[in-house]
């Protein structure tokens, strides 16, 4: 297993990384370390690295995820993005992901997730998106992750949740909501999301109660 750790990096007017590492294709960890603070995500990462596993962009200053960034990355399994600056995912971002197992986009600046956002990411395990600035969720945002096990959400602003959001997510067992805007008690979505088999943990302060509902 090689991998391939990326200190100073140099990415032209075109946004593309400007690196020959010798047998690229058998790399399969790629790491842009804190020093780099770049701002894109390079465009030609999967053409010049195409069976990396793992991919870390963390504590970088990246603001927008799209598409081609994360073109022919077919074997990614693990991509950290947390610690940056992320505002914006385009929908069709993560469209190549198919054998993503973990997702970790914590502690940016996402507003919002578009529904087909993860629509991809079939064998997702774990998404993590807590510390953002996420208000709502569509009914269809978890809507093909059957895999999914853990969804983590604390520290959004998130007022309304779908009572269908998770309908068919047979493998989950975590759903964390800790510290968003509180939910009224009486939300038609609360009843629904605890007859499931996972932990709806929900806290918040203010006059309304929280939620906190816990499967047995």
Do not use: W
Request: glycine share 2%; proline share 2%.
């Amino acid at each position: 297993v090689l991998s391939c750790v990326i200190h100073n990096v140099f990415i032209n007017s075109s946004n593309f990384i400007v690196i020959e590492p010798q047998n690229a294709q058998n790399i399969t960890k790629f790491v842009m370390t804190l020093e780099s603070k770049v701002e894109f995500v390079p465009n030609n990462i999967g053409a010049a690295f195409s069976n990396l596993f793992i991919m870390v962009l963390s504590q970088n200053a990246i603001k927008t995820l799209s598409k081609p960034e994360f073109s022919h990355l077919f074997n990614l399994e693990n991509l950290y993005l947390d610690g940056n600056f992320i505002e914006t995912i385009t929908e069709d971002a993560f469209e190549d992901l198919k054998n993503l197992k973990l997702l970790d986009l914590d502690y940016n600046h996402i507003l919002k997730i578009h529904p087909g956002t993860f629509r991809s990411l079939v064998k997702v395990e774990k998404i993590s998106i807590h510390n953002n600035n996420i208000t709502t969720l569509d009914a269809k945002t978890f809507a093909n992750n059957r895999n999914v096990n853990r969804i983590m959400l604390q520290h959004n602003k998130i007022r309304i949740l779908s009572p269908h959001m998770l309908e068919n997510l047979q493998s989950l067992s975590l759903f964390y909501l800790a510290e968003n805007v509180c939910i009224d008690k009486n939300y038609k979505g609360a009843n629904i999301l605890s007859s499931y088999a996972i932990d709806v943990y929900k806290s918040c302060s203010g006059e309304h109660k929280i939620i906190q509902n816990h499967a047995v």
